[in-house]
Nanobody
Framework: QVQLVESGGGLVQAGGSLRLSCAVSGSIFSINAMAWYRQAPGNERELVAGITSGGNAAYADSVKGRFTISDDNAKNTVYLQMNNLKPEDTAVYYC??????????????WGQGTQVTVSF
């Protein structure tokens, strides 16, 4: 069974920084890509940033230049460094992993979410 465990959310003032972590555990053959999504109240879940196993990263326009996604393949962990946070970044942040299991079955998994609140 695969689990994604997120940490690092919290309350921060505008202009501050937070670092989110998401660790993948369980029986997996490979991680193809990982990503961070967020969902604010009343809004749909949106992609914030993603990174492939080869290290290629992509970002939503709203976070480019402020957020950085990175991974540690040895630890099956992905990070999201968030700088210069704005109140509009307030949301629940979810980790997503695209995983191939032994036997080559492939599916996506979600973490439980971590709250990020940015105050004025």
């Amino acid at each position: 069974q695969v689990q994604l465990v997120e940490s690092g959310g919290g309350l921060v003032q505008a202009g501050g920084s937070l670092r989110l972590s998401c660790a993948v555990s369980g029986s997996i053959f490979s991680i193809n890509a990982m990503a961070w999504y967020r969902q604010a109240p009343g809004n749909e879940r949106e992609l914030v940033a993603g990174i492939t196993s080869g290290g290629n990263a992509a970002y939503a326009d709203s976070v480019k230049g402020r957020f950085t996604i990175s991974d540690d393949n040895a630890k099956n962990t992905v990070y999201l460094q968030m700088n210069n946070l704005k109140p509009e970044d307030t949301a629940v942040y979810y980790c997503n992993a695209d995983i191939t299991h032994y036997g080559l079955r492939r599916r996506g998994y979600w973490g439980q979410g971590t709250q990020v609140t940015v105050s004025f």
